[in-house]
Each structure stands twice: as C-alpha cells, then as structure tokens.
C-alpha cells in the first residue's frame, strides 16, 4: 500500500524512472480504483487527466499491465479528453493499443473542438452520430475540413 500511495503522489511531481521502478517491483496496480485521494480513479486514468509531461504517461504505457483500451475500466483517452490533456491526448495516441471510440469523438464534437477532432481522426474514422447528437452546423465544417467516413470506429461507445 505504501509503494501504491507513492505510485499516486508522483502523478502530479513527475517522476518517470521511479514510477516505472515502482511499477516493477510488482506491488502496484496501475488500474486499481480504490484511491481515495483522487475519487474512485487508477493512478493511470489519473495521470490521463493531471500528468504535465508526456514521460509520466509513458511509464504507465510501457508497464505490461497497465490496462490501455478503456474496456475493462475506464478510457485513458477519454480520461485525457475530458481534462483537455493535450500531453496525455497526444503521448496516448502514438500508443498503437489505443484507438479513439465514438465517445471520444462524441467528446470532441460536444466541446466543437477541430483541432482534437483532426487528432482523433487521424487514428480513426469520424463516426456517424444520430440526429441531434452533434451540432449540424460544426458537423459540416468538421466534414469541410476532415472529411467523415461512413464507417464506425474500431470501439464502440464505452
């Protein structure tokens, strides 16, 4: 437990050699959701949200048991979009594990933000929204600029 709260409290300071020497050792779970200090979150969906630098989301990606793809728990993407971090968004989507799920774009298209769109885009196709669910009006700037595919993503919504 103790190596577990320290794993949490390098979150934010940002240490990447220790959290994967951590990580290591064996007695951390990156995916495990009893922290009280950071809600009902893993330290890795919490490093989606809060971690500044891009080598903090990394020490978690490179650990083999870091649950990556949002299909057990919690998206790490979606954690990442809806604190609107771009240094988790963007070290996530070089990961070839993580594809963006029709959430996600839902995500991207409730907050009309292009330039995530062409991000998630670039991993995946736009998906196809039923009436009502995005604005008509950004939808067709989005198809102008991006272009959308009638296909659905790799994921379906979470």
């Not at 963006?100 to 991993?123: G, N, Y």
Request: hydrophobic share 35%.
């Amino acid at each position: 437990l103790e190596d577990q709260n320290e794993l949490c409290g390098l979150i934010r300071t940002g240490d990447p050699a220790r959290i994967t020497t951590l990580l290591n050792k064996g007695n951390c779970d990156p995916n495990k959701r009893e922290l009280k200090n950071y809600g009902l979150m893993s330290p890795f969906i919490a490093a989606c949200k809060n971690a500044q630098h891009a080598d903090i989301i990394q020490a978690f990606l490179d650990y083999k048991r870091t649950e990556v793809t949002g299909e057990k728990w919690n998206s790490p993407l979606l954690a990442a979009i809806e604190y609107r971090n771009d240094v988790a968004i963007d070290t996530l989507l070089k990961d070839d594990r993580i594809d963006p799920s029709e959430t996600d774009f839902l995500r991207a298209f409730q907050a009309k933000d292009m330039k995530l769109i062409k991000k998630l885009a670039s991993k995946a196709p736009i998906p196809v929204f039923d009436e009502g669910y995005v604005d008509q009006d950004f939808l067709d700037k989005v198809r102008e600029e991006v272009g959308v595919s009638r296909q659905k993503s790799a994921r379906s919504a979470v």
